[in-house]
């Protein structure tokens, strides 16, 4: 490697101890690794009668900070809530064509993006049952 002086002249006879002072040769560096933010929301249902039939209804409420898509699946259908921005709730209802529902569980798969990288969330709500006779 040739190095030059201030004045544009080469330094032909330069050694490797010359060209990095003392002081310069350790490098201390600190990397803070952060976890990428979980999607934070509450998933609760309950259930109605529309015409002597049952309706089950699934509340998601948005509690972080970042939009999200949500993928609710019952054992009556599932429905996708894409855009859910921050504070928000978006209900969604299934129509289990019944008049009586048994008690069970719903689920919601929430996914949003932190720093470009996917990051999932699945949370479970039970239901009651419910009779519309």
Request: charged share 15%.
């Amino acid at each position: 490697m040739v190095y030059f002086r201030q004045d544009a002249s080469p330094i032909l006879d330069m050694t490797d101890a010359e060209w990095l002072a003392d002081a310069n040769r350790t490098l201390i560096a600190t990397v803070k690794v952060v976890a990428p933010e979980v999607p934070t929301f509450a998933l609760t249902t309950a259930s109605r009668c529309v015409a002597g039939k049952v309706t089950l209804v699934a509340t998601l409420a948005h509690t972080g900070d970042v939009a999200v898509d949500a993928l609710v699946q019952s054992p009556y259908g599932s429905s996708q809530a894409n855009g859910l921005a921050a504070g928000k709730s978006n209900s969604v209802t299934f129509s289990t064509r019944l008049g009586a529902m048994e008690a069970g569980a719903l689920t919601a798969k929430v996914t949003t993006s932190v720093n470009g990288q996917p990051v999932t969330k699945t949370c479970t709500a039970e239901y009651s049952a419910r009779s519309c006779g």
